[in-house]
DNA sequence: GTCATTGCAAAACGTTTGCATGAAT
DNA sequence: ATTCATGCAAACGTTTTGCAATGAC
């Protein structure tokens, strides 16, 4: 394995990602990481993001509208996506009924070993909802 | 809503997904495609394949390799991912116990109105497994 | 001193788009 | 005749990479 050596890039990085509560892209955590690194590069975003995704200090979300997302809650959830606003959302479910469950019967049908699972819902967030209620729109776009 | 005309390359790019059961990329697609109509532009697949997933005749799977993938196969059904050779496997799982139970529990976490959702499971397939045991690596890398 | 990490820029990758031509209705 | 679809190539957005310089150990 590996050896990593300390960097406050890396570390900088890691704490912005923590201290967020959405699932901002590599080019996003750049942004706000230049405020205190001016002259850091969109290469060691990527690099550390990756590092860190590999030591499992962080996850990478991929939504499927392009880019990746990352997120700093390692805790197993689920996400809901929505499809006006691409907004991702966190959705803590009752691991009882729905994730535990999930992969038992998983594991029967599985033709493998499974290490993880990604479970997205796509749809239209409460926000836009409303927001196209307030426009007259009766469905969404 | 557009009006689609005939065109002899969308029927054959669907027709060639139907026929797989795979889950090919753009690429591979147009690979296979080119067989028939050595002609076809890889923007053609790219927009066809687009306007399939529009009208609902066929799926995209986003399994986070970077590439978008296809399925032919529209009924609900789960993922399995190889992280080893990325090969993509279909699950099919019952619904009673699984999809809709994890829809119906979804319901009440969603903040908005789900329309679809996508399930992967990510792990080291039966083949992968085997093939490390021929070679006398018992953990996967 | 060694080797990981950085910044920079270029390249790679998958996908989309503009445009003139051709095909379907 | 109209309008959508095609092939081609260029452009796009995201991510990775090669390299010389810097920093951690």
């Given at each position: 394995?590996?050896?990593?050596?300390y960097?406050?890039?890396?570390?900088?990085?890691k704490?912005?990602?923590?201290s967020?509560?959405?699932?901002?892209?590599a080019d996003?955590?750049y942004?706000s990481?230049?405020?205190?690194?001016?002259?850091?590069?969109?290469?060691?975003?990527?690099?550390?993001?990756?590092?860190?995704?590999?030591?499992?200090?962080i996850?990478?979300?991929?939504?499927?509208?392009?880019?990746?997302?990352?997120?700093?809650?390692?805790?197993?959830?689920?996400?809901?996506?929505?499809?006006e606003?691409?907004?991702?959302?966190?959705?803590?479910m009752?691991?009882?009924?729905?994730?535990?469950?999930?992969?038992?019967t998983?594991q029967?049908?599985a033709?493998?070993?499974?290490?993880?699972?990604s479970?997205?819902?796509?749809?239209?967030?409460?926000?836009?909802?409303?927001?196209?209620?307030?426009?007259?729109?009766d469905?969404p776009?």
């Amino acid at each position: 394995m590996k050896v990593l050596k300390y960097s406050r890039q890396r570390e900088s990085i890691k704490a912005s990602l923590m201290s967020r509560h959405d699932h901002p892209t590599a080019d996003a955590l750049y942004a706000s990481i230049r405020e205190e690194f001016p002259n850091i590069s969109l290469g060691t975003v990527y690099r550390n993001l990756n590092l860190l995704v590999e030591t499992g200090e962080i996850k990478k979300v991929n939504c499927g509208d392009g880019a990746d997302h990352f997120d700093g809650n390692v805790s197993e959830h689920y996400h809901f996506v929505c499809r006006e606003c691409r907004q991702i959302y966190d959705m803590v479910m009752d691991n009882l009924n729905t994730l535990s469950h999930l992969d038992s019967t998983a594991q029967e049908y599985a033709p493998g070993i499974i290490d993880s699972h990604s479970v997205l819902f796509y749809g239209t967030c409460k926000n836009c909802l409303e927001k196209n209620k307030e426009k007259g729109i009766d469905k969404p776009a």
